[in-house]
């Protein structure tokens, strides 16, 4: 059984930096991206970053390039989030998630933590 279970949420102010960090479990990745999505309340679930599984190729979304970086280890099965110049609209519960798929209409995945709570105060 998959499992992805994220760390490092909490309450920031903006302008500030948080990690959060993701281990997988269950099975190997190999050949498949790993990524971040967040989801602020009263909106859908949105497409933040992705990484290859060999770490050689990353993505984000507009909303976070050059404040975001994805990186991963994929000897330890784990993908960190280090997330600088927050602001508060970057408030949302944060998901992990593995077997990332890129759709000409947008971004999902296979597989998917439970969430961590990152809030940003202005």
């Known amino acids: 059984q998959v499992q992805l279970v994220e760390s490092g949420g909490g309450l920031v102010q903006a302008g500030g930096s948080l990690r959060l960090s993701c281990e997988a479990s269950?099975?190997?990745?190999?050949?498949?991206?790993m990524g971040w999505f967040r989801q602020a309340p009263g909106k859908e679930r949105e497409f933040v970053a992705a990484?290859?599984?060999?770490?050689?190729?990353?993505s984000y979304a507009d909303s976070v390039r050059g404040r975001f970086i994805i990186s991963g280890d994929n000897a330890k099965n784990t993908v960190h989030l280090q997330m600088n110049s927050l602001k508060p609209e970057d408030t949302a519960v944060y998901y992990c998630?593995?077997?990332?798929?890129?759709?000409?209409?947008?971004?999902?995945?296979?597989?998917w933590g439970a969430g961590t709570q990152v809030t940003v105060s202005s």
């Open positions: 990484i290859s599984w060999s770490g050689g190729s990353s």
């Open positions: 269950g099975r190997t990745f190999r050949n498949y991206g």
């Open positions: 998630a593995a077997a990332v798929i890129r759709y000409a209409s947008g971004w999902s995945a296979n597989y």
